[in-house]
């Protein structure tokens, strides 16, 4: 009898935890949507984990970035257990989502806290690029982020701020030393993705720096 009762107990204590848990769950998302740092500070005190994934697979973290819940954001980055490196199912870290919306306070932080600057694939160079946030493109570069990353298709930061940015962006990444020549999986080079969109300053850059690559006296 000792023994129905005793896992009876258990039962019950497992399914309040259970209850307990899905609320802080529900709790925890509507609280970035909300930037209620509190709420989240009162959550992580009671053990949640700030790492927790939405149903679409986004961290905390990420999400809060995007929302923006910037309280939030800073409130999970205090957290000895907060993992900057956690990624969504498109493989978009922290410091990518930071990047992609010139946040450089938030990119400071974030590269401080030793967050990938070059990581596989997509980078947060190629977000900055694709937004002109100048600033965070010298950071990432002074952070030695690779000036001529190739993404899985092959495109270069310089090509995403040809098509996507503009001259200032465009012209940053070459006086930095971004190679105009290179070409994507298609054989598309950074003035072919500037012409396409008919962004004429930035392929008369681009034209620019290809010539004076040009040895001299060449016939």
């Not at 910037?70 to 900057?84: G, M, N, Q, R, S």
């Not at 570069?141 to 495109?155: E, R, V």
Request: aromatic share 6%; with cysteine.
């Amino acid at each position: 009898m000792l023994k129905h009762i005793r896992f009876l107990l258990l039962c019950l204590l497992g399914w309040t935890q259970t209850l307990v848990f899905a609320g802080s769950y529900d709790d925890f998302f509507l609280a970035i949507d909300k930037d209620n740092a509190p709420l989240v500070q009162e959550l992580l005190n009671r053990g949640f984990d700030p790492n927790t994934v939405n149903p679409r697979g986004v961290p905390g973290l990420l999400l809060a970035i995007r929302t923006p819940a910037p309280k939030v954001t800073e409130t999970l980055l205090a957290h000895p257990d907060i993992k900057v490196e956690q990624r969504n199912r498109n493989d978009e870290s922290a410091l990518m989502l930071a990047a992609l919306d010139g946040n450089l306070a938030l990119c400071k932080l974030l590269l401080e806290m030793d967050a990938d600057v070059n990581k596989p694939g997509w980078t947060p160079l190629h977000y900055a690029a694709t937004n002109s946030h100048v600033e965070v493109i010298r950071l990432l570069l002074d952070s030695y982020a690779y000036i001529d990353a190739a993404s899985p298709n092959g495109s270069t930061p310089l090509m995403m701020a040809a098509m996507y940015g503009n001259s200032s962006a465009v012209k940053t990444l070459l006086e930095a030393g971004a190679d105009p020549t290179l070409k994507n999986a298609i054989g598309l080079t950074a003035i072919d993705f500037a012409q396409q969109v008919k962004r004429t300053e930035s392929a008369e850059i681009i034209a620019a720096f290809v010539r004076a690559r040009r040895p001299k006296g060449a016939w």
